[in-house]
C-alpha cells in the first residue's frame, strides 16, 4: 500500500483568518468610545482586543499597529471639521470659525486633543493644516507668516491639551468623576475654573483673542524674501 507522504503546504501552521465581524470602522469606534471613557493613554492593542472580544492577531489583519490606530482615530474625529470658505467672512472671522468646529469635533472624546498632536501627521490633519494656511494667506500674510502663524496656533493648542491633563482638567469621563480632594491644589482651582461650558468657552475666547492680536501684529513685518 502506497502512502503519500504529507506535502510542505499542507503541513505549514495555517494562520488564523481574519474575523469577518470586524471592520476598521467598528475598530474605530469602540476604540473611540474607550479611549473617551478610560482615557487614551490606556488604549492598548491588547485592551481593545479584550474590549472587541477577539484576539489581539485578530486586530493586525485590520490595524498595522497602535501607531496606525491612532491615526485612524484622528482622521475619524478631524473628518467631519469643514474649513470655511472665502465668502465666509474676515480672515479673523474664519480662523476662529475653524477653530470653534475642530474644538466641537475633538469635545466628544475627551482627550483625543493630546492624541491629535502627538501621533503621525495624518490625512484629515494635513488637509486641516492646509485651511489654516490658506486663510492666512487670504488675509495678507506671507507665506514664512503663515507657517510661523500656525505654528504658533499649533503650538498654544497642544500646550492647552497638556496643561489640562497635567494639572488635573478631565482627560475622559472617567477621570471627570475621581474626587477633587485627589488633585493637587493648582489642579483643584484650575477644575474649578474650567468646570463648566461658559468658563471654557470664556477660555478658549482669551485664547483666541490673544492669537488673534498677535497675528494681527506680525502681519507685513516678513516677506517670503527674508532670510
Avoid: C
Avoid at 2 to 13: D, G, L, M, N
Avoid at 133 to 157: H, M
Avoid at 177 to 199: H, I, T
Avoid at 200 to 206: C, L, S, W
Amino acid at each position: 500500500m502506497t502512502t503519500v507522504a504529507p506535502t510542505k503546504q499542507a503541513s505549514r501552521r495555517r494562520q488564523p483568518a481574519a474575523n469577518p465581524a470586524l471592520s476598521r470602522d467598528e475598530i474605530t469606534r469602540v476604540a473611540l468610545e474607550f479611549g473617551a471613557q478610560e482615557g487614551f493613554d490606556q488604549l492598548s492593542m491588547r485592551s481593545l482586543a479584550r474590549v472587541l472580544g477577539v484576539t489581539p492577531m485578530a486586530l493586525y489583519h485590520h490595524v498595522a499597529d497602535k501607531q496606525d490606530l491612532l491615526a485612524m482615530l484622528v482622521d475619524q474625529v478631524l473628518e467631519p471639521v469643514e474649513i470655511p470658505p472665502a465668502d465666509f467672512g474676515t480672515w479673523q472671522e474664519r480662523l476662529a470659525e475653524l477653530q470653534r468646529r475642530n474644538r466641537e469635533s475633538s469635545a466628544r472624546y475627551p482627550g483625543i486633543d493630546v492624541v491629535v498632536s502627538e501621533v503621525r501627521l495624518t490625512k484629515q490633519g494635513e488637509r486641516l493644516m492646509g485651511g489654516y494656511l490658506q486663510i492666512l494667506r487670504d488675509g495678507g500674510f506671507s507665506e514664512r507668516e503663515a507657517i510661523l502663524g500656525l505654528s504658533t496656533i499649533y503650538t498654544l493648542g497642544y500646550g492647552t491639551s497638556l496643561v489640562n491633563r497635567q494639572l488635573g482638567a478631565p482627560s475622559s469621563h472617567k477621570e471627570s468623576k475621581r474626587s477633587e480632594s485627589q488633585a493637587p491644589s493648582l489642579a483643584r482651582e484650575w477644575r474649578r475654573l474650567l468646570k463648566d461650558e461658559a468658563a471654557r468657552e470664556a477660555a478658549d475666547r482669551f485664547r483666541h483673542t490673544v492669537i488673534l492680536a498677535g497675528l494681527e501684529a506680525i502681519r507685513g513685518t516678513l516677506s517670503d524674501e527674508d532670510e
